[in-house]
């Protein structure tokens, strides 16, 4: 667990830092254990005689968390056994004296955001001598406490009373008496509303222990020249974000310089400084014991020779997020023992002629070109760093960078932590970590770069590698970046592309410890990967896709103290068990099955085990619960399943046969007349008679025109010259399928009349007619090797396009139709025509052959 922890600390660190800093350099992100997990709990059972309306939670991390509603308004009466305690978010008005009796071996306790919470009786602290970090923020109505509320509190050295009700430091001071906290070490209360801090508003404190004071964002604009006088242990005060000019601050340092308090960190950012520090507060800090400034978040846009005057105890100097774009070669020559230098979040182009100062040890540049009104890339010119001699932490990650090249880091020999964490890079010339023999960090999270076999050559002594989130999908033995990088034991390749990993992939990593490769694609392992990792005691490899745990990965795994094989889809079946269940007996290796057990890994597969977790499921089926043999499995798998999928394509198959029949109808009309050709019953000898047809003509028309059908047929059929029509209606037999008689009815009439209407359009069976006319047509062009003047259509009112099938419309555009007109003295020609149209030739030319 002691490497995990190291490899979170070296994440953090390379993260955003935020405006505070630790006292010291370089400014480590603390590392801080999640207090709980809403999906991880145990509840503790509460004396309801007592209290109703609260809820208690026993968490892993040795934490007891208490909340509640509006009907929480008394402390809970529970048996606590943890170290750590916490309760928020109640109705509790008063902290009685007695109510935290039962609590004396709390480490740690919080009581936050308890809105009504006005007051804590003196003496509720007395059995709590074991207490070092105490809580109490964000309760509004709590405005002041009482003097020995605090008693008992020994051993106490942090206190958190952040954002309560204080609107005046004697309403605090006075319990912070060292006669009550005799070994404090911090205090904060920011976010209170003092606005004024008199003379002897400490002075209750005097001679206290108290090394850091936090004062920020409590709306101070006006402090006492004298008031830090009785703090006679003060290291570092923190005063940003408040209303206070830089005369009140220069008096501040003077006088507190004067009578010997000992500060060494003031924090003044975000106080309104514009254009340069006030060379009046700068002379003051000169001449005082402060070593490290921070003046983050004002505005200095140009940093110049005369901005600093000589301050030759500076060692730390905060610059973060001031708006800086420039920084003048020789800006911090007054600054000879400066040894870390934050320039985070400022505007700079490239690496500052500036900042090259040979004593440095540690720089932070990130974040200084994704202004996205400031576009273009972050500069490293050549032999940039070639000074920094000295420089062992070089933060550059949150930069557009592009190109990382052979000669960019040159003289950097000492440097220990690199950053390019989300530096845009998508080129790393190889050996260019070359000059970096003694790098041990190296963060390279969120690129996108290849890699190759000397990507990471020189770097003899790299421990910790973060590849996370780079887009790696494949690393090819023969390319193997990690081959010259054996003293490597923190391995990150959490969320890249990954599907598959060689075993030859590690076989040069015999110090690896950790290695991270979760959120990929990996899918369930073969072969052994880990034969040369005798030391590797963590792996993370949650969010990939597992399906079941192979022989070689139990293998792999059994010497692990940690594991994370967590949100993967695991089937938990008999044939996926059959290794798990082989290796266990051949092992009985009952240590893997609690590292396994420490994150929970549940069942995707089959549905009963939804809920359960891959080794409740493999219990099961050891102790007979879940019923099923290996060879029936696999039965079922040869021939049950392909039966069930055949039987599954039939029905299918049958169900698109119904409603697809006329379409197939159709397409076997269309065979029939490919393979045995539609003939006109025309032979050689009688080649020009037309009575071997029954009708004349074919009629096909919608039923809403059924009137005009009935005039058509009288006109046609009782005057000369007599023809014979075939309408469904009347000519078809009761009884035969439509769609063939149709199809019979088409092939037996020498002409076909379409009566295009709108509700013929609309029409799906007039529509699949159409389809049946026009193959019937091109056929009959085939054969005699003439076009085809056998349809006639007849268009009867508007038609709309929109309803028109391609076919209707094509035929429309290509062929002369005879439009019936509603005046009856045009209806005589129509008839005429119509008839001439339909009369039977007297000869017949170019018949087939």
Same mark, same amino acid.
């Given at each position: 667990?002691?490497?995990?922890?190291?490899?979170?600390?070296?994440?953090?660190?390379?993260?955003?830092?935020?405006?505070?800093?630790?006292?010291?350099?370089?400014?480590?992100?603390?590392?801080?254990?999640?207090?709980?997990?809403?999906?991880?709990?145990?509840?503790?059972?509460?004396?309801?005689?007592?209290?109703?309306?609260?809820?208690?939670?026993?968490?892993?991390?040795?934490?007891?968390?208490?909340?509640?509603?509006?009907?929480?308004?008394?402390?809970?009466?529970?048996?606590?056994?943890?170290?750590?305690?916490?309760?928020?978010?109640?109705?509790?008005?008063?902290?009685?004296?007695?109510?935290?009796?039962?609590?004396?071996?709390?480490?740690?306790?919080?009581?936050?955001?308890?809105?009504?919470?006005?007051?804590?009786?003196?003496?509720?602290?007395?059995?709590?001598?074991?207490?070092?970090?105490?809580?109490?923020?964000?309760?509004?109505?709590?405005?002041?406490?009482?003097?020995?509320?605090?008693?008992?509190?020994?051993?106490?050295?942090?206190?958190?009373?952040?954002?309560?009700?204080?609107?005046?430091?004697?309403?605090?001071?006075?319990?912070?008496?060292?006669?009550?906290?005799?070994?404090?070490?911090?205090?904060?209360?920011?976010?209170?509303?003092?606005?004024?801090?008199?003379?002897?508003?400490?002075?209750?404190?005097?001679?206290?222990?108290?090394?850091?004071?936090?004062?920020?964002?409590?709306?101070?604009?006006?402090?006492?020249?004298?008031?830090?006088?009785?703090?006679?242990?003060?290291?570092?005060?923190?005063?940003?974000?408040?209303?206070?000019?830089?005369?009140?601050?220069?008096?501040?340092?003077?006088?507190?310089?004067?009578?010997?308090?000992?500060?060494?960190?003031?924090?003044?950012?975000?106080?309104?400084?514009?254009?340069?520090?006030?060379?009046?507060?700068?002379?003051?800090?000169?001449?005082?014991?402060?070593?490290?400034?921070?003046?983050?978040?004002?505005?200095?846009?140009?940093?110049?020779?005369?901005?600093?005057?000589?301050?030759?105890?500076?060692?730390?100097?905060?610059?973060?997020?001031?708006?800086?774009?420039?920084?003048?070669?020789?800006?911090?020559?007054?600054?000879?023992?400066?040894?870390?230098?934050?320039?985070?979040?400022?505007?700079?182009?490239?690496?500052?002629?500036?900042?090259?100062?040979?004593?440095?040890?540690?720089?932070?540049?990130?974040?200084?070109?994704?202004?996205?009104?400031?576009?273009?890339?972050?500069?490293?010119?050549?032999?940039?760093?070639?000074?920094?001699?000295?420089?062992?932490?070089?933060?550059?990650?949150?930069?557009?960078?592009?190109?990382?090249? $052979?000669?960019? #880091?040159? *003289? +950097?020999?000492? =440097?220990? /932590? &690199?950053? !390019?964490?989300?530096?845009? %890079?998508?080129? @790393?010339?190889?050996?260019?970590?070359?000059?970096?023999?003694?790098?041990?960090?190296?963060?390279?999270?969120?690129?996108?770069?290849?890699?190759? $076999?000397?990507? #990471?050559? *020189? +770097?003899?002594? =790299?421990? /910790? &590698?973060? !590849?996370?989130?780079?887009? %790696?999908?494949? @690393?090819?033995?023969?390319?193997?970046?990690?081959?010259?990088?054996?003293?490597?034991?923190?391995?990150?390749?959490?969320?890249?592309?990954?599907?598959?990993?060689?075993?030859?992939? +590690?076989?040069? =990593?015999?110090? &690896?410890?950790?290695?991270?490769?979760?959120?990929?694609? @990996?899918?369930?392992?073969?072969?052994?990967?880990?034969?040369?990792?005798?030391?590797?005691?963590?792996?993370?490899?949650?969010?990939?896709?597992?399906?079941?745990?192979?022989?070689?990965?139990?293998?792999?795994?059994?010497?692990?103290?940690?594991?994370?094989?967590?949100?993967?889809?695991?089937?938990?079946?008999?044939?996926?068990?059959?290794?798990?269940?082989?290796?266990?007996?051949?092992?009985?290796?009952?240590?893997?099955?609690?590292?396994?057990?420490?994150?929970?890994?549940?069942?995707?597969?089959?549905?009963?085990?939804?809920?359960?977790?891959?080794?409740?499921?493999?219990?099961?089926?050891?102790?007979?619960?879940?019923?099923?043999?290996?060879?029936?499995?696999?039965?079922?798998?040869?021939?049950?399943?392909?039966?069930?999928?055949?039987?599954?394509?039939?029905?299918?198959?049958?169900?698109?046969?119904?409603?697809?029949?006329?379409?197939?109808?159709?397409?076997?009309?269309?065979?029939?007349?490919?393979?045995?050709?539609?003939?006109?019953?025309?032979?050689?000898?009688?080649?020009?008679?037309?009575?071997?047809?029954?009708?004349?003509?074919?009629?096909?028309?919608?039923?809403?025109?059924?009137?005009?059908?009935?005039?058509?047929?009288?006109?046609?059929?009782?005057?000369?010259?007599?023809?014979?029509?075939?309408?469904?209606?009347?000519?078809?037999?009761?009884?035969?399928?439509?769609?063939?008689?149709?199809?019979?009815?088409?092939?037996?009439?020498?002409?076909?009349?379409?009566?295009?209407?709108?509700?013929?359009?609309?029409?799906?069976?007039?529509?699949?007619?159409?389809?049946?006319?026009?193959?019937?047509?091109?056929?009959?062009?085939?054969?005699?090797?003439?076009?085809?003047?056998?349809?006639?259509?007849?268009?009867?009112?508007?038609?709309?396009?929109?309803?028109?099938?391609?076919?209707?419309?094509?035929?429309?555009?290509?062929?002369?139709?005879?439009?019936?007109?509603?005046?009856?003295?045009?209806?005589?020609?129509?008839?005429?025509?119509?008839?001439?149209?339909?009369?039977?030739?007297?000869?017949?030319?170019?018949?087939?052959?």
């Amino acid at each position: 667990m002691s490497q995990v922890i190291i490899l979170l600390l070296f994440l953090l660190s390379f993260a955003k830092p935020e405006v505070e800093t630790n006292l010291y350099p370089p400014p480590w992100t603390k590392f801080k254990h999640q207090i709980y997990d809403d999906k991880n709990f145990e509840e503790i059972e509460i004396n309801e005689n007592y209290t109703k309306g609260c809820f208690c939670r026993k968490y892993p991390k040795n934490w007891t968390i208490c909340f509640g509603n509006d009907s929480c308004q008394k402390f809970p009466r529970i048996i606590v056994n943890t170290t750590n305690f916490k309760i928020h978010t109640t109705m509790i008005q008063i902290l009685h004296k007695n109510d935290f009796k039962d609590l004396s071996q709390l480490y740690s306790l919080n009581v936050e955001g308890n809105t009504l919470l006005s007051v804590i009786e003196p003496g509720i602290f007395s059995d709590m001598s074991d207490l070092t970090n105490v809580s109490i923020s964000f309760n509004p109505n709590l405005k002041t406490l009482h003097e020995g509320v605090f008693e008992g509190l020994v051993n106490l050295k942090e206190l958190f009373l952040v954002k309560n009700g204080f609107q005046s430091m004697v309403s605090v001071s006075a319990s912070l008496s060292p006669k009550y906290l005799p070994n404090i070490l911090k205090i904060s209360l920011s976010e209170n509303l003092f606005r004024k801090i008199g003379k002897d508003d400490f002075e209750p404190m005097r001679n206290s222990t108290l090394r850091e004071l936090n004062l920020v964002l409590c709306q101070i604009d006006y402090m006492h020249s004298e008031c830090l006088t009785p703090l006679t242990n003060l290291a570092a005060i923190r005063l940003g974000e408040n209303f206070l000019n830089a005369s009140i601050i220069t008096e501040l340092i003077t006088d507190s310089t004067k009578h010997e308090v000992p500060l060494q960190f003031i924090n003044l950012y975000g106080l309104g400084f514009r254009k340069c520090p006030p060379k009046v507060l700068l002379k003051a800090i000169s001449q005082s014991t402060i070593t490290q400034l921070c003046l983050a978040r004002n505005q200095f846009e140009v940093i110049t020779n005369d901005t600093f005057p000589p301050m030759p105890s500076l060692k730390y100097l905060d610059l973060r997020e001031v708006l800086a774009r420039d920084i003048t070669s020789g800006a911090l020559l007054s600054l000879p023992n400066l040894r870390t230098l934050l320039l985070s979040g400022n505007n700079l182009s490239s690496v500052p002629n500036g900042v090259l100062l040979e004593e440095l040890t540690y720089l932070d540049l990130s974040s200084n070109s994704l202004n996205p009104s400031l576009p273009g890339y972050f500069s490293l010119q050549t032999n940039k760093f070639i000074k920094l001699k000295k420089l062992k932490y070089l933060n550059l990650s949150y930069n557009r960078i592009l190109n990382i090249y $052979r000669s960019t #880091f040159n *003289g +950097l020999a000492k =440097l220990r /932590v &690199l950053g !390019l964490k989300n530096a845009s %890079i998508h080129t @790393i010339a190889d050996y260019a970590f070359s000059p970096l023999s003694n790098l041990l960090v190296l963060n390279l999270e969120n690129n996108r770069f290849e890699l190759s $076999r000397h990507t #990471f050559t *020189g +770097l003899n002594n =790299l421990q /910790v &590698l973060l !590849l996370g989130g780079c887009g %790696i999908s494949n @690393i090819l033995p023969d390319e193997n970046p990690f081959y010259n990088i054996s003293s490597l034991s923190h391995l990150c390749l959490e969320n890249n592309n990954l599907k598959t990993l060689s075993p030859d992939l +590690l076989v040069s =990593l015999p110090n &690896l410890a950790t290695f991270d490769i979760s959120k990929n694609y @990996i899918t369930s392992w073969e072969e052994p990967l880990f034969t040369n990792q005798n030391k590797l005691s963590v792996v993370l490899a949650s969010y990939n896709k597992f399906s079941h745990l192979t022989i070689s990965m139990l293998s792999d795994f059994k010497n692990l103290t940690r594991l994370d094989i967590s949100k993967n889809p695991f089937i938990c079946d008999c044939f996926h068990f059959e290794d798990l269940s082989k290796w266990f007996k051949e092992n009985q290796n009952s240590s893997l099955i609690n590292v396994i057990n420490a994150h929970p890994t549940f069942c995707t597969y089959p549905y009963k085990f939804n809920h359960e977790t891959i080794l409740t499921a493999f219990d099961a089926l050891e102790e007979g619960t879940m019923s099923c043999a290996m060879g029936n499995y696999k039965l079922y798998v040869l021939f049950v399943l392909p039966s069930v999928i055949l039987v599954i394509v039939i029905i299918i198959s049958c169900i698109l046969g119904y409603f697809f029949r006329w379409h197939i109808r159709y397409w076997l009309f269309l065979a029939r007349a490919y393979m045995l050709p539609i003939t006109v019953s025309l032979s050689k000898n009688n080649f020009n008679s037309y009575t071997n047809y029954q009708y004349d003509a074919f009629v096909s028309y919608s039923n809403e025109d059924k009137n005009f059908v009935v005039r058509l047929v009288a006109m046609l059929e009782n005057f000369e010259p007599f023809l014979k029509l075939c309408v469904y209606e009347r000519d078809f037999e009761v009884g035969s399928v439509l769609s063939d008689t149709v199809l019979s009815s088409i092939e037996q009439s020498r002409m076909t009349i379409l009566i295009i209407s709108d509700s013929y359009a609309r029409s799906e069976w007039c529509r699949w007619e159409v389809q049946i006319v026009q193959h019937h047509r091109l056929s009959f062009e085939c054969l005699n090797k003439n076009v085809d003047d056998s349809l006639v259509m007849i268009k009867l009112g508007n038609v709309k396009l929109s309803n028109c099938t391609p076919t209707l419309k094509y035929l429309m555009k290509t062929r002369i139709y005879l439009e019936w007109d509603s005046d009856e003295t045009k209806q005589s020609v129509f008839w005429d025509k119509l008839r001439k149209i339909l009369s039977p030739p007297k000869t017949i030319y170019d018949s087939c052959v």
